[in-house]
C-alpha cells in the first residue's frame, strides 16, 4: 500500500499543529495572572495556546514488571510519532503524536458540543488538565523518553535468570540518569500527521497462494520480498467492546490520523497505526538485523506464522476487518447497552463488512 501524497487539508492539520504545538520545549505557557470575572465563566481550552491533549495521545500504560515489558517500550519508542513516557509511579505510557481531525487551523474543536464529541473529551477535567501541565514543558512527575532514552533507562534495571524485575531505578534516580545521559531538550512536541489512503485488502485483487513449494522453498526466509507490514504497523490488542466507555475510546482513537480499527469476531480486535520504524532501511530490511540493539520482540517473532501480510498486504480479507473513523462510527452505532452502559448487542465483522459497503468476504 504505497502512501499518497498529502493534500491540502493534510498540510493545513500540519501547520495547525505547529501553530500549536511546534514551540521551544522549554518555553512555559504564557497565561495572565489574572482574569476578569467574565473570563473565568469561560472553559481554561479557550486560553490553551499548545492544544496537547489534541494531539498526544495514549495508547497503553505498562507496569515494567518483566524484561519483556522494556523491551515492548523499546520497540514502540522506535516508531516514528510514537513515544514514551515515564510517570513518576514507576508505569510508563506509549503516547502517539498526531493532531485530532477535528482539531481546526483556530485551535477549536470541530465536534466541539456536538453528539460527535466523544465521552473521552467530554470527560476531560479543563480546569485541571493533565496534558497543559506536563506535555508541553519538562515537569517533576513525568518525563518525555525518545528510543535513546529509553534505551538507557532499561539499562537501570536489573533482573533474576528468569528476567523478572528485581531492582528498578527511584524516581529520582531515572530523572537523575536521564538528565546526565543527554541534557538536550525534550523530542519535538510535533510533526506533520500521517498521510493515509483507506484501502482494504478486500479492495484488491486476490493474491494466488502456492501450493507445490519444496522443503527448501518452504523454509527460506518469509520475511524476502515481503513489503515490512510488522515494521510500518505499530499494533496495539485491545479487548472487544464490552461497555460504551470501551467502546468510545476506540472511536475516539480512531479520528486521529494514521489510526484504523481492526473489527474482529473473536474477543479480540486490534487497534492499527501506521507509522514506520526508524530501523527500517529502504530496501525493507531490518538496520538492526544480528545486532544486540535489535528488539527481543523481533529477534524472537515468528515469521512463519505471521499475520500482517493477510491483514494489511494484498491476500484479501481474512479475519480482521480495518476500518478509520467514519466507517468505525457507522459500525459503533450498531452496537446496543442496557442502562448501566454494558453492551447488549453488537455488529459481527460480517455485519460491519455489510455497513461499509462490502457484500463479499474473501
Keep these: 500500500m504505497s502512501e499518497r501524497e498529502p493534500t491540502t487539508g493534510d498540510q493545513d492539520d500540519a501547520q495547525a499543529l505547529a501553530a500549536h504545538a511546534h514551540r ?12 476578569t470575572g467574565a473570563a473565568a465563566t469561560t472553559s481554561p481550552c479557550t486560553h490553551c495556546a499548545t492544544k496537547p491533549c489534541c494531539w498526544y495521545v495514549s495508547l497503553e500504560t505498562i507496569e515494567v514488571t518483566h524484561y519483556v515489558d522494556l523491551d515492548r517500550l523499546i520497540f514502540a519508542s522506535g516508531f516514528a510519532r510514537l513515544e514514551i513516557g515515564a510517570h513518576d509511579n514507576g508505569r510508563f505510557t506509549i503516547f502517539y503524536r498526531a493532531p485530532c481531525t477535528y482539531l481546526q487551523a483556530s485551535g477549536a474543536c470541530g465536534v466541539w458540543g ?18 497543559k501541565s506536563h506535555v508541553p514543558n519538562a515537569t517533576n512527575r513525568f518525563i518525555r523518553l525518545d528510543e535513546a532514552r529509553m534505551r538507557h533507562v532499561a ?34 512536541v510535533s510533526d506533520a500527521p500521517v498521510a493515509m489512503e483507506h484501502t482494504f485488502p478486500w479492495q484488491r485483487p486476490e493474491r494466488a497462494l502456492k501450493t507445490d513449494l519444496s522443503w ?41 490520523p494514521g489510526i484504523e480499527i481492526g473489527v474482529r469476531d473473536d474477543s479480540e480486535w486490534i487497534v492499527a497505526i501506521r507509522t514506520r520504524c526508524s530501523h527500517l532501511t529502504a530496501t525493507n530490511d531490518c538496520g538492526l538485523f544480528g545486532s544486540d540493539e535489535r528488539p527481543r520482540s523481533c529477534v524472537d517473532f515468528n515469521a512463519y506464522r505471521c499475520s500482517y501480510p493477510a491483514r494489511f498486504g494484498d491476500q484479501g480479507l481474512t479475519d480482521t476487518l480495518r476500518i478509520g473513523h467514519e466507517d468505525f462510527r457507522a459500525v459503533a452505532a450498531r452496537f446496543t447497552f ?25
Design 155 to 188: 539499562e537501570l534495571y536489573r533482573f533474576d535468570t528468569k528476567r523478572a524485575v528485581t531492582e528498578r531505578p527511584s524516581w529520582d534516580e531515572l530523572r537523575h540518569e536521564v538528565r546526565r545521559y543527554d541534557r538536550s531538550a525534550p523530542p519535538a
Design 24 to 35: 521551544d520545549a522549554g518555553a512555559a505557557l504564557t497565561l495572565p495572572e489574572t482574569i
Design 216 to 256: 527448501d522453498q518452504a523454509s527460506a526466509n518469509p520475511c524476502a520480498g515481503c513489503a515490512a507490514y510488522c515494521c510500518t504497523r505499530y499494533v496495539l490488542k485491545v479487548k472487544r467492546p464490552e461497555t460504551i466507555t470501551a467502546l468510545d475510546r476506540l472511536v475516539y482513537l480512531s479520528q486521529f
Design 114 to 131: 456536538k453528539p460527535e464529541m466523544p465521552l473521552v473529551c467530554r470527560s476531560v477535567d479543563a480546569h485541571d488538565c493533565w496534558h
Design 338 to 362: 442496557d442502562d448501566d452502559g454494558a453492551v447488549v448487542s453488537a455488529p459481527t465483522m460480517h455485519d460491519a463488512v455489510a455497513l461499509v459497503g462490502v457484500t463479499e468476504v474473501v
